[in-house]
């Protein structure tokens, strides 16, 4: 099975910079996609940026121009760094990567992001 494990959140002031990790493990040469999504407090979770094995293929408007995702398909990891943050990036913030072969789906636990003063 195929394990997603996130870190690299915390609290920030606004302004400030972070950067999110995602390392899969359990299953080798098996991820295709993967993707940054969020989901603040009563809302529905949003995607944030996604990346195939080769190219970006998408960021959401809202953090166009401040977000920059990353990976690095030997280690298996996907990586998203996030610049002059606002109060309204505060969310809990999960990676996806789906299957390079077969139909499936993985998520990470989630890592908590809280931009305030």
């Known amino acids: 099975q195929v394990q997603l494990v996130e870190s690299g959140g915390g609290l920030v002031h606004p302004g400030g910079s972070l950067s999110l990790s995602c390392a899969a493990s359990?299953?080798?040469?098996?991820?295709?996609?993967m993707g940054w999504y969020r989901q603040a407090p009563g809302k529905q979770r949003e995607l944030v940026a996604t990346?195939?094995?080769?190219?970006?293929?998408g960021y959401a408007d809202s953090v166009k121009g401040r977000f920059t995702i990353s990976r690095d398909n030997a280690k298996n990891m996907v990586f998203l760094q996030m610049n002059s943050l606002k109060p309204e990036d505060t969310a809990v913030y999960y990676c996806k990567a789906v299957g390079r072969y077969l139909h499936v789906t993985y998520w990470g636990q989630g890592t908590q992001v809280t931009v305030s003063s």
């Open positions: 990346i195939t094995r080769d190219e970006i293929t």
């Open positions: 359990g299953s080798n040469f098996n991820i295709g996609a």
